[in-house]
């Protein structure tokens, strides 16, 4: 007698038994191709050690090996002797540390040296010099705008910064557009002075 479930040799519990596990295996690789494709495409990791970087700083290429972790403040302050922004909350509230990168203030203290990689970075040093000073640092020295000086270059970089967008602002607007920056000797008065004083000469 010819078992009806038996065809050449496969029985019905034996086929569906080889098709589940074939439809599983068949499953299993759709999931795993793109973790393999995404590993492929994963950049190579850089550090725990120094790596050479490239920073654009005040027009100039200055090549400097850091670590990772390094942020762009110390790598300017610690590598590259550009004292001009200050390292005094190390938390991002103060902005003693503000720097212009693409033309937007950053707190330096905040951004890895290379996250800056490939960008325009301007510092203090980059704006004007004792004899060439920028509107802004005229109007610092005419309104007495520090005191200590500590907080005062990352306020005139917060300042060019802020005048580049608001050209003609109202004291409330440059209140609102510096509040980001803290003066511990509360030469706040003159800070304002200064800012529209630089507005009127034609901005930064």
Do not use: W
């Amino acid at each position: 007698m010819t078992d009806n479930n038996v065809t050449s040799g496969v029985s019905r519990r034996g086929f569906l038994k080889g098709l589940g596990v074939g439809t599983v295996a068949t499953g299993l690789i759709p999931s795993v191709a793109p973790e393999t494709e995404a590993a492929e495409q994963r950049p190579a990791l850089r550090g725990p050690g120094e790596i050479p970087i490239t920073l654009k700083i005040n027009g100039q290429n200055r090549q400097l090996n850091v670590e990772p972790r390094v942020t762009l403040l110390d790598a300017l302050r610690n590598r590259l002797d550009l004292t001009g922004a200050k390292k005094v909350c190390d938390r991002g509230t103060c902005g003693a540390c503000t720097v212009m990168v693409d033309g937007q203030p950053v707190y330096s203290c905040s951004m890895l040296a290379v996250e800056a990689e490939g960008r325009m970075i301007t510092t203090v040093e980059g704006l004007g010099t004792p004899t060439q000073m920028t509107a802004v640092q005229k109007a610092f020295v005419k309104h007495d705008a520090q005191q200590c000086g500590f907080c005062t270059p990352g306020f005139v970089m917060a300042c060019t910064a802020f005048l580049s967008s608001h050209p003609n602002p109202t004291l409330e607007e440059a209140r609102a557009g510096l509040g980001g920056n803290l003066c511990r000797c509360g030469t706040y008065a003159g800070i304002m002075e200064a800012v529209l004083e630089a507005a009127k000469k034609g901005g930064a």
